[in-house]
């Protein structure tokens, strides 16, 4: 697929730039009505069609739970675990922006495959959850309150911590908007022993100093928005002494590893950036 198109796409996703606008200058780029309707067939999500693990792993429990978040919010949220009663590390996986899709909880249904407590935060539960119409959910990602989502956050982070399955280390993964939370988490909580984050975006780089989490940054070198970013932030975290592992997989797109959305999922770097997540997992959550 043509990379101009691949690029729209991002900035309709990232940018206030409205569906008609993307999909006018969508069929200028695809050179018409028909071929910009098959380009917008691969852009989009297919969740069904990506799914790798049934809702109903008959090795894994799920649960949809709630806890209390910034000034007591309910915040809820999309629980897996293996089944048994052995203590495991804990990890929240961070949806993109556009809320806890089917694409995250399969993600978070792999975590839980792997060995670990694993909980979808649905940072949309301020406004009642995640709608069923993407472009609704990033209108909503974007009225977030910045400090109030932190908070939410760590407070999901306090929840696993606490339940009587988890061992007491936690860990973190996003994507996207959640790479970037997954970073600013790394900041703001001491007690986190590990963060991923997937073409997210960088915290300042004075937030460095505070990280005692180990941190694992997986790139896409033809995403230049999120790359603009990575070397001030790396200059910071060796700055602070951080423990940091970064990682840059060329001729992919940001959102590679979202294998709901064909024209930018990479199979062969998702698999490796999948391994060496849950490498860092088992290294630092056991």
């Not at 991002?10 to 028909?34: I, M, N």
């Not at 400090?147 to 939410?152: A, K, L, P, R, V």
């Amino acid at each position: 697929m043509d990379q101009r198109i691949i690029n729209l796409f991002d900035e309709y996703t990232h940018a206030p730039l409205t569906r008609k606008e993307f999909l006018e200058r969508l069929v200028q780029l695809a050179g018409g009505t028909a071929l910009a309707a098959a380009a917008l067939a691969v852009l989009e999500p297919g969740y069904a069609q990506a799914a790798t693990l049934a809702a109903a792993d008959e090795k894994l429990v799920e649960e949809e739970v709630s806890w209390s978040g910034a000034a007591n919010l309910t915040m809820k949220g999309y629980l897996v675990r293996p089944q048994g009663k052995k203590k495991r590390g804990a990890v929240v996986v961070i949806h993109e922006n556009r809320g806890l899709t089917p694409h995250i909880k399969d993600v978070t249904r792999r975590v839980a495959q792997a060995g670990y407590v694993a909980l979808g935060v649905d940072a949309l539960s301020v406004f009642g959850g995640t709608p069923t119409n993407e472009d609704e959910g990033r209108t909503l990602i974007g009225k977030l309150d910045k400090q109030q989502n932190m908070e939410n956050y760590l407070a999901a982070l306090r929840y696993l911590r606490a339940r009587p399955d988890s061992n007491g280390r936690t860990g973190c993964v996003g994507f996207c908007w959640g790479g970037a939370l997954a970073n600013s988490l790394a900041t703001h909580d001491p007690q986190l022993n590990a963060a991923v984050a997937y073409y997210g975006t960088q915290p300042p780089a004075a937030e460095a100093s505070g990280i005692k989490a180990h941190l694992l940054l997986h790139y896409a070198s033809l995403d230049e928005r999120v790359n603009a970013g990575k070397d001030a932030w790396e200059a910071a975290l060796k700055a602070a002494n951080a423990p940091y592992q970064q990682y840059m997989y060329e001729g992919v797109n940001h959102a590679f590893n979202n294998d709901s959305s064909p024209a930018r999922y990479n199979a062969e770097a998702a698999k490796l950036a999948w391994s060496r997540t849950l490498k860092l997992f088992k290294e630092q959550l056991s």
